[in-house]
């Protein structure tokens, strides 16, 4: 049997009174007037100063004015829900839903939205601020700019049309607020500054939108067809685009600008269409694919087809022959239009841009054209309708 080793008693009195002894001695080395038990005052931690009281009046007014406009223009702002029945090889006839914003137009009930957001839908329901649920009807639609404007009973509205603002006043660095209902989160809020203006982008329907606006303000699917307003709560713009890499939003959002909602919601109410101006030609771009004569212009656009009825064709330009040669097409004679009111034109968007930004139908351009061997005049064209 292992025998425990047992601790002398008398060993462990002796390392007591050791430790009473240091303590001791501890005590009567402390200064006169100081305890062991005394209680230490604790020191405050520092404090930061508040920000000086001009900046603070700065920051509360700004916070003022973008609560003051979220409050007056979130109600105008709808969800708008679109279903559609699509086909499905394994189960058939299934519904499918979408989900957007818009935004009260005027007091007939007409609501403004991008075009993707009821594309194809077969049934739109509107929500409002107050949660009621009403039924809509497509007025008029315009897949170029992406916008639509729907209609619903307007004695069922009780909320008041947004203002439109001025395209004049917009400037880089400005202010703005996104309102819409991302991921379904209604009436969502964002702010941000105009981050760039006359950007071109591509809509859905891959046609080009000139002048849109660039903003950093956070904008995220759902938010599509809301309105993008300045700090004084009116419409600069219609949130229609994001560029990401991950569908969501990285601080590049784009909307449609104010001057072109101001050109094509009024046509849609009236007509359900917009009137695109249009010479009725088809060019193509000199360079690779076309290339120029020697001694003719190395820049422009050769009308390579046009309605001879159309605004072009009466005006008396020519089309080029098309002709093929083994795998090539080679186009042979035919005007080149340089610039458009003084204006060159080197690519179909330079020339789209600027009938779509500047002209209406009926209005008079002056075209300057070269035929292949470089002679150049000048033409007037009625603009037609597209």
Known sequence: MRRRRLFPLSALMALIGLGLGFAAGLWLSLPNGISLS????????PTLAPPPAD??????????????????????????TSRTQ??????????????????????????????????????IEVVLADGTVLPAEVVGTDAYYDLAVLRVD??????????????????????????????????????GVISALDRTI???SGSVIGNAIQTDAAIN?????????????????????????????VGIGFA????????????????????????????????????????GPQRGLLIVALDPNGPAGQAGLQAAEVRRQGFSTVFVGGDIILAINGQEVHTRDDLT????????PGDTVTLTVSNVSGETRDVTVTVGES
């Open 154 to 191: 307007p004695a069922q509205v009780h909320a008041a049309p947004l203002p439109l603002g001025s395209a004049d006043s917009l400037r880089v660095g400005q202010l703005v607020l996104a309102i819409g209902n991302p991921f379904g989160l209604d009436r969502t809020l964002t702010t």
């Open 221 to 249: 699917p759902g938010n599509s067809g809301g309105p993008l307003l300045n700090s004084r709560g009116e419409v600069i713009g219609v949130n229609t685009a994001i560029q990401s890499p991950s569908g969501g939003s």
């Open 38 to 45: 005394q209680e230490v005052t604790p020191v405050p931690p």
């Open 353 to 360: 841009l600027y009938l779509e930004k500047n002209t209406l």
């Open 86 to 123: 699509v086909w499905d090889f394994w189960r058939g006839v299934v519904p499918q839903e979408g989900t957007g914003s818009g935004f009260l137009y005027d007091a007939q009930g007409h609501i403004v939205t991008n075009n993707h957001v009821i594309e194809n839908a077969q049934e």
């Open 55 to 80: 900046a603070l009046s700065v920051l509360d007014a700004q916070e003022t004015v973008v609560s003051y406009i979220y409050e007056n223009a979130g109600p105008s702002v709808v969800h708008i």
């Open 202 to 204: 591509e809509s859905e």
């Open 256 to 295: 449609v600008p104010i001057s072109a909602v101001q050109r094509v919601v009024p046509d849609l109410i009236a007509y359900g269409r917009y009137r695109h101006p249009s010479l009725r030609i088809q060019v193509r771009e000199l360079g690779y694919e076309v290339r120029p004569a020697a001694n």
